[in-house]
Each structure stands twice: as C-alpha cells, then as structure tokens.
C-alpha cells in the first residue's frame, strides 16, 4: 500500500522561510509532485522531482532523497497570498497511479 | 491547449438517490484519469484511476463505481448514496508520471 505523510498544520509569519516536509512508504516510486490548494478550489502545481536532489523555482524549492522516502517543500519570502493547503503526492504503478498526502495548512501571519 | 471540464460544481442529494459526475477532458488522447475525494481540511483520496477506456482500477471499497466509455470521458456513479459520500470530489488527468491538471471540483452534500 501506499503511505504518505505531512505535517497537519504550521504557523509562520510573513517574510520567513518555512519548509514542509513530506516522508512516503510506496510499492514503487515514479516521481514525486507538490501541489498548492486554496480553500473551495482545486489543486496547482508547484514542483516536481524524480531524481534526488534540489528543484529551485522562485520562491519554491523542493528536495526529494528517494533512499530515505522524503521530501521537502521550502518557501521563501512568505505572502500572506501563500497562506493555503500543500499537498505531497508521489506516482507509483509505472507512472499511472497519483497518490497523495495528507496535506499540510500552512498559515502566514502578519 | 488541454482543458477539463467537470460538472455540476455543487450538487445537493437525498440519501439513497443516484449519482452520476462527469469529467471530459479536451485537447489530449490517451490520458490517465482519475477521481479524488476531499473531506473538509483534509487531503486528497484516490477512489479511481484508469489508464484506457475501459479499465478501472479501484482504490477503496465504497458505495461509488466509475465507468471510461470514451477515452477522453471519466464518470462517477452511486446507486444509493449514503450521508458519508458527502465531500469535494475531483477529477484529473495526467500523462504518465505527468502533472496533474484538475477539474473544478464537484461539492456533493447528501441530506
């Protein structure tokens, strides 16, 4: 089966730095996604990783270690805009299956 | 450019009626496809994805099935929904291993 687990919540304030982390037990792994998602609305990319290593897109970093089944999310510079879901989720099953995490509410404070 | 249709986006229905959620996607062929069901202030959890017309794989026991009878149409259905089928479902395809693009998302409340 497959196991993917967040942080439930995390507090930061506005201008900091934070990093969510995302640790997965899978049968198989074919890449790992981080997604956003804002009350009422459907998930957007983030990033993407498959080999091991650091993703740097903007404000957004990601770093996968495949030896380890962890991930991380860094976000730079908050906004309060950035207040919102973050979702890990990895493909399994060749590339056919998207499962995800729990899911981690982060909320940025003045 | 590829777009995903799903509809309705909020639906109100009576314990033991059926349920029928459609999810198209344009501009693609062959896409992976998927449905998710989302609790308030939870994540998302993988009911059903396909990877070809026709073939389902089924991640959870539940009172819902889904059907691929075209390859760009994903469809949920319940025979008799139940009070715990309430929650945000959404479809979404893929390329394999690919970014997901979602739906808009369907709010299902049964009363």
């Known amino acids: 089966g497959q196991n993917i687990d967040q942080p439930t919540e995390m507090t930061a304030t506005e201008g900091a730095i934070v990093q969510i982390n995302c640790t997965y037990q899978t049968s198989g792994f074919n890449g790992l996604f981080w997604y956003q998602q804002h009350a009422g609305e459907a998930p957007t990319f983030l990033s993407y990783n498959v080999l091991d290593g650091l993703e740097e897109k903007g404000r957004f970093s990601s770093f996968l270690s495949r030896s380890k089944g962890y991930s991380y999310l860094l976000l730079k510079e908050l906004q309060m805009k950035d207040s919102a879901s973050y979702l890990c989720?990895?493909?399994?099953?060749?590339?056919?299956?998207?499962?995800f995490g729990t899911g981690t509410q982060l909320k940025v404070e003045l | 450019s590829q777009t995903i249709h799903q509809w309705p986006a909020t639906l109100v229905q009576p314990v033991g009626s059926p349920l029928s959620l459609e999810c198209t996607v344009e501009?693609?062929?062959?896409?992976?496809l998927y449905w998710y069901r989302q609790a308030a202030g939870r994540g998302l959890q993988l009911l059903f994805y396909s990877v070809g017309i026709g073939q389902i794989s089924s991640e959870v026991p539940q009172n819902l099935s889904a059907s691929r009878p075209q390859d760009r149409q994903f469809i949920l259905s319940s025979k008799k929904l139940l009070l715990s089928d309430s929650g945000f479902y959404l479809c979404?395809?893929?390329?394999?291993?690919?970014?997901?693009?979602f739906g808009q998302g369907t709010r299902l409340t049964v009363v």
């Open positions: 989720a990895v493909f399994t099953g060749g590339g056919n299956k998207l499962t």
């Open positions: 979404a395809w893929s390329r394999v291993a690919g970014e997901a693009f």
């Open positions: 501009g693609t062929s062959n896409p992976n």
